[in-house]
T-cell receptor, first 112, second 113 residues
Framework: TQLLEQSPQFLSIQEGENLTVYCNSSSVFSSLQWYRQEPGEGPVLLVT?????EVKKLKRLTFQFGDARKDSSLHITAAQPGDTGLYLCAGRFYNQGGKLIFGQGTELSVKP | DAGVIQSPRHEVTEMGQEVTLRCKPI?????LFWYRQTMMRGLELLIYFNNNVPIDDSGMPEDRFSAKMPNASFSTLKIQPSEPRDSAVYFC???????????FGSGTRLTVV
């Protein structure tokens, strides 16, 4: 059974600070995704990474996929209150078809 | 496109009653997924379909849970009989083959009292 460990579980910071969220697995991902979920809504896809060492940027968000494809990180620069939400990593594994396994999530609160 | 549509948004039922959750995926998406989200366990995959055929139901908790997809535009998740521990938010998601761009519905918040 593949498991994804996400850390930290909770993060409370002031506007303008930087932060990093981590996602790790003991198994190799065939692809990994990051989602953001707001209260009362479903997760919304932010990015998909596929290649080891890949880096993708989405405005102030930087996503990195580990060289060995077992870990990923999400870095937010100069966080804003609008970034508040639950951030989830989710991975697909080889020979698992369309099955997408989620980490427990990181609850981010950015205070003005 | 209206996105993935789930109904109802909220459901409160008594223990022992049958509950049916509904999902309309995005047109053209050939994968459909049912997830359950709780504080303790996070998002858990219950079952997924490809071209209306169930592929993996290993996440279905027990025989009280069943899911069907009679056609490409409709799926149901049924719990019979319901129990308080089934209280959770149930999400449906769909995705086209290849891109794996999963789109989630807004969920059904189920409370069993």
């Amino acid at each position: 059974t593949q498991l994804l460990e996400q850390s930290p579980q909770f993060l409370s910071i002031q506007e303008g600070e930087n932060l990093t969220v981590y996602c790790n697995s003991s198994s190799v991902f065939s692809s990994l995704q990051w989602y953001r979920q707001e209260p009362g809504e479903g997760p919304v896809l932010l990015v998909t990474v596929v290649t080891g060492g890949e880096v993708k940027k989405l405005k102030r968000l930087t996503f990195q996929f580990g060289d060995a494809r077992k870990d990923s990180s999400l870095h937010i620069t100069a966080a804003q209150p609008g970034d508040t939400g639950l951030y989830l990593c989710a991975g697909r594994f080889y020979n698992q078809g369309g099955k997408l396994i989620f980490g427990q999530g990181t609850e981010l609160s950015v205070k003005p | 496109d209206a996105g993935v549509i789930q109904s109802p948004r909220h459901e409160v039922t008594e223990m022992g009653q049958e509950v049916t959750l509904r999902c309309k995926p995005i047109s053209g998406h050939d994968y459909l997924f049912w997830y359950r989200q709780t504080m303790m366990r996070g998002l858990e995959l219950l079952i997924y379909f490809n071209n209306n055929v169930p592929i993996d139901d290993s996440g279905m908790p027990e025989d009280r849970f069943s899911a069907k997809m009679p056609n490409a535009s409709f799926s149901t998740l049924k719990i019979q009989p319901s129990e308080p521990r089934d209280s959770a938010v149930y999400f449906c998601a769909s995705s086209p083959t290849g891109t794996w761009r999963y789109t989630f519905g807004s969920g059904t918040r189920l409370t069993v009292v």
